[in-house]
């Protein structure tokens, strides 16, 4: 979609700032982060927890309007889904999740140097443009403490 219509098909990026920064992005996406995560660990799960952004819907709306047409980028899909079902309750209607987000899915190969790095499908991995150099322009942050 965004190849076909470079200059109608909007890209909103919502991972976090530090995935943005350490992983790479769309070079013309905007950065308007769907969740935060905790710095403090968690036992239970494993992993850091995360919390939804409460400003969320209404930064995109601040951004783009109701009618733009959107590619919502995550690492591998799952908060670009969310974030795409949270965007059509508000009244996008032309929100699309980008399915294998920026990074992909795992390599699910035990005799792969590969196995467990997410280098399968993906913007980054498709050929799509991407960069590390973030512009302050595109990034919609929260307000500091």
Request: hydrophobic fraction near 40%.
């Amino acid at each position: 979609m965004w190849q076909a219509d470079p200059e109608g098909v909007k890209l909103l990026d919502v991972r976090t700032p530090e995935e943005w920064v350490f992983t790479g992005h769309p070079p013309m996406a905007t950065l308007i982060p769907f969740a935060f995560l905790a710095y403090v660990w968690d036992p239970s799960t494993n992993g850091f927890p995360w919390s939804l952004n409460p400003d969320f819907v209404d930064l995109v709306k601040a951004r783009f309007s109701p009618g733009d047409t959107l590619l919502v980028s995550c690492r591998s899909g799952g908060r670009g889904a969310m974030a795409v079902n949270m965007l059509a309750q508000a009244g996008f209607t032309n929100a699309y999740n980008v399915l294998d987000g920026m990074e992909g899915s795992r390599v699910e190969d035990p005799d792969s140097v590969f196995d467990g790095t997410r280098t399968k499908n993906g913007w980054k991995n498709s050929g799509c443009p991407w960069t590390y150099k973030p512009n302050r322009e595109q990034m919609v942050l929260p307000k500091a403490a």
